[in-house]
């Protein structure tokens, strides 16, 4: 089994920073894409960010220029660096991870998800 903890949610001041982390462990050998997503209040989670195996990465636009995703490989982990956060910002964000597993399988897995919240 794979689990996927995230941390480095909380409440931070307009304009401030945090960085999210998306560990995974168990029965991993490697992550091949991980991915973001967020879900404010009543309304339906979406995309934030993408990174795949070669190290490429994608946004979506409302966060381009403030959001940096990237990944270490060896700590089988990935990162969300948040700069010039806004109150729009806040919300339950969610790691996506599809993962290699030791017994040689593809699959996708969750986190539990983790708070941020940007004061205005």
């Known amino acids: 089994q794979v689990q996927l903890v995230e941390s480095g949610g909380g409440l931070v001041q307009a304009g401030g920073s945090l960085r999210l982390s998306c560990a995974a462990s168990?029965?991993?050998?490697?992550?091949?894409?991980g991915i973001w997503y967020r879900q404010a209040p009543e309304n339906q989670r979406e995309w934030v960010a993408t990174?795949?195996?070669?190290?490429?990465?994608n946004y979506a636009d409302f966060v381009k220029g403030r959001f940096t995703i990237s990944r270490d490989n060896v700590k089988n982990t990935v990162y969300l660096q948040m700069n010039s956060l806004k109150p729009e910002d806040t919300a339950l964000y969610y790691c996506y991870c599809n993962v290699e597993t030791s017994y040689g399988r593809r699959v996708g897995y969750w986190g539990q998800g983790i708070q941020v919240t940007v004061s205005s």
């Open positions: 168990g029965s991993i050998f490697s992550i091949n894409a």
């Open positions: 990174i795949t195996s070669d190290g490429s990465t």
